[in-house]
């Protein structure tokens, strides 16, 4: 893991500004073999991609992945499949508005990366964000969905669970009506409500934060590799690493702050030949290693600082002013990040299934 | 990263089981020149220590460290500095208790690395855990150490701010009284209720969960290495190889879900000719990079898993059981990760240092 | 260094296959501030392009590069500089011919990778040699161009000092002759001679070997990193990496087998104030550190395999067969090879720099 | 790889210096279940100790090993076996001679890394050579005998083909011999030569240099992982790490430079239903990928600069001196090297059967 680089053995570099020519994302270490083409790729892109309702930022991007290199199709083989080598994916960018970036250079926007990456690295793009953009979230979803072709056997799905003080009811659970809404929820009820609730802010010009749920099925006993490639320091760093996060959580989570060792501590059965953890507390990884029970990760993601309030901040000479962060953006910005979590979940899961063969075989 | 090594230039790997004859770290990537003896190191080791008080496990363990490696004195300069080689920092085991391990062998504690451990490599040093044994975390501590010696400008201390239900009142906080009490807890008031709390939880056999606060000051604005090697990302994954911890936040953290922007962006003020954010929600950190506010992360540690109530499980040969787990143990194990969160964050503060000045210079 | 990336702190991922859309060099780790367009890349890239002279194969690409990330300039400050994110280098395929791939496809070319790629990958591009094609190194020549941006005092320059048995008088040596035949050949006698004797071996469809020096000189002292980080194990590394290189050696390599420690051991005097070595035997490097002095490597490079004369080999199913390999070939790659050596080397000591810099301040 | 750590999945890091009370390496990755004792090491050990013959140094240090963890074994499983956690490696110094450091602490020996160290660090451990000895290669050992372990199927084995002009005569290989003289020499009439011939060199205080050559048989074709992990880019870097080693070849080496391609490419054909190379000149490896043929790589020993003959040097304070280095010293540093070179070399083997199997299965 260096500056740019995600993963261990599949490794993700991502490049690329946000009103630059391309981003992408350069994967190596993929086993050869695998079907891919750009087919398997766009959907998850599509679901990430703005300006699709409402309540998400109106920026109108294609996100068309293409893949440059590390496949290989001829007339004998002519399922495309991968080589082992280098899988180059490009998404242009075609959608950056030429305006007046004066003040966004001159002004550092309270709760954004401008003031920390001038002060790091004394120049930054500041055009839509630059780096910092969230707009680098692509290229994970690129990545995430190759890695989810290594895995197959593993159902990796995120949901919305909470916008701003309003839960969902956690028996309402549904995976259909997670794609039913535009907020990712698996509540029917919750996402009626979040509408008219997310309507409010929108039209106030504020933001709101969230929690998004990650989960993965299917997960044999065994991934991880301690005490220092812990399967979920792994996820906590791949969540963390997301725009905007401020806190992950496996299973319980902070909840288990407040249990007894006999509350937490899942007993364990057999069922149908293969062991079973009656609670799950653990959210299926035990001493950094999967239990072989469904592994359940939670991030909270802040409400967006682009605010049509205006705040006191500072010029990049040192002076006080204000600001009103004007332009396109998500009144909850929780919500695209659901796939994108997604995405950092399959590089996982994706990253320790081959670890765990280097090692153990 | 690798299997049981943090960091990216400073870099230390753990070795040892709990009952072996020795733990310990080695050190790599430590500049040259700094001063360095075990008595800078000792002073850590010895608040994690066991059997310090009723409140944590009576293995009885001096913990004391040796330095192997990378440091040099002579006549001409007799103060110890290091040398810029690879410091090996050796904790011999002592009190390996010599008891009948057939239970701990053939029956999956639940809660503990047990199961998973067993599952992945088809063997485990079960004595005392293995590696899998909280023991480990001695060795980041006297590494922990040695790298706030690499930062002497930053000043790194750690709390606990809840146990069970009961959290800290923060208008009380106190970095004195930190000391003063057996739990490492900032609230005078809440010490004294912990004690009568923990005492009631101990004598069930019980245990009970805790969340555990680390700050840092003086960090200058500038560290972390966005997207993949951000602060907060590299924080989140340290706190995360911790054992028994299951989620970790930065500033805000998981209140941030309900919060509008308005609300969470910390506007920013010019205060001494330094720029000072009003509330620093970021927990000190935006877009990955320090800004030169007060670092501020926390970690839930769950309960122990070791509690004296039957519970049930199964056997190595998956058949169904009970399991008491007897001996010796922390009623409250988020008391002792204290000083191990503290070593963290120090390690993951110079390894930035580090690495920002690769880079920028 | 994982699999397609070079460097520590400096890291270069490169990708893409010789027939496919495009291929390119990923480069992470570059400090920001550094002025950079693509006309600091292409000269580079133009010494090492096919089709200059009937002494190298005919294929005939523009390889021109572009810069799609990592690089900023507005107005207000119009020469464009590096940001310090990751810097996209791609150069685009343009002479993909369209031809019977069905021998290469079936028989493995002696000498080449094919029998090893199928046998690792059970899968290969083999459409003009793919990954394994040296078209890959025109991805490090663009990125071995920014990497000297990053240490303007260090001049770093190649040579081909030896072809087939006729190696140069180093009593000859001009490092402006070098520029001015086509062999990269620093002794005007020798380069003469040569034209003759690779038209010989270019007509009877064979080739031939030879061996590049390359020299680094204003490399402080202090570089490297003992005892697995030395500057001469990573220059090993670099030039090995190279296709068909065979052998690196530094400073008086091979040859110091058949001396004495009286005649080996670089006597030092002082000169000017600085530390000069009598010998510079070392070729620079001393305990895996420069010393101040020129730093001096060789590597050998086969020659090509893709001659003429029919050949013994095997097909793709194990039945043995004869190929002759036709086509676009150097007749003696070594002479490419010489800005491909360039490059490697200024990327090791960029990286290098900035790992000291790390360690050390 | 980071300063003192080699390998990707198998990863070393040593430590200690030559007076210090301990050295060592750290070996992480290590599959679970391996049958490991202190039994399978010491031999290896034994083999590079010195003051074994009048033609070595002098020292006389036990060179114990100690394995402190990473094994297990209990009433049930009593052979000892490896638990995939880290395999700490320790040898105790005790030959620490106490003596006169005064010169060696002012005066840069001329061919020694004194002054390379110095001008890196500001500070060196000067006692012995500190971590600059060639004593830190016991560790490498000890580490490369746990390596053969992990790949039982590979043979690796060394032999001293040259001491200063006088090379073996091929044709008398036996790799019986090797162990039969004092040298490694495979050849039995080189043994007897180099026995008067290194004679006269340790009497006259000089030494020689040496060419050391390591072969490995049994190898799979796939190994390696181009382009940046190639197999004989790591063999390279691993040799060229071993302390004196000025050069690195792999099959035939520096003497492709004066073949041609009709000479140098290796036809294939079937035997016995495997592929063979007709020649080897590639000595094993194509494309950066083994190819099922005998891997054969030599290194270049440069002679030890301690020699008895005054050489003109330079002090710490920059003023010119003369020295005579005095001490135990090995008239010929590449005989001990033989056991360092076939150590580094399973090191390579091991750690890439595992990288292998992590990507392709």
Redesign the interface.
Known sequence: ??????G??L?M?????SH?????A?L??????IPLTEADIQPFLDKRRPGQSRYVTQRREPDKV?I???V?S?D??PEQ?T??????LMIENTDQRSKD?AEI?DK?R????D???Q???????YKGG???SAR?TAARVAAGAVARKIVPGITIRGALV????RAIERDNWSWEEVDENPFFCPDPEAAKEWAGYLDA?RKKG??????VEVRATGVP??????????L??????A???I?AV?????????A???????????????DD?Q?R??KN???G????????QEIIARM????????L?P????TRH???TEIVTKGRHDPCV?IRAVPVAEAMLALVLADHV????????
Chains 1, 2, 3, 4 share one sequence.
């Open positions: 893991m260096s500056y740019n680089t995600f261990r053995l490794r570099t991502t490049f690329g500004e630059g020519p391309a981003i992408g350069l190596d270490g993929c086993p050869p073999g293409r440059l290199s590390g290989f001829d004998e083989r499949v080589t082992g080598t280098p899988i180059m970036y250079r550092f309270p709760g954004h990366a003031f920390t990456w002060a790091k690295y004394g120049i930054r793009d630059g780096r910092a680098e909470q916008m701003g003080e802010i504020d933001s709101i934060g969230a929690v006993a065994g991934l991880g590799a301690p005490v220092y490639g812990k979920d320091q792994d996820i906590a760093a969540l963390m690493s725009p401020k806190g992950v959580e496996i299973g319980a989570g902070f288990a702050a407040a249990m007894t060792g006999s509350e937490a501590a899942d007993e364990i059965v057999m030949g062991p953890f009656l507390n653990a959210g990884i035990l001493g950094g290693i999967s239990s072989g909270v993601v802040k409400p967006t600082s682009s605010i309030t705040r006191r901040t500072i040192g002076t006080e929780g081959l670890l765990h063969r280097a090692q153990v075989g």
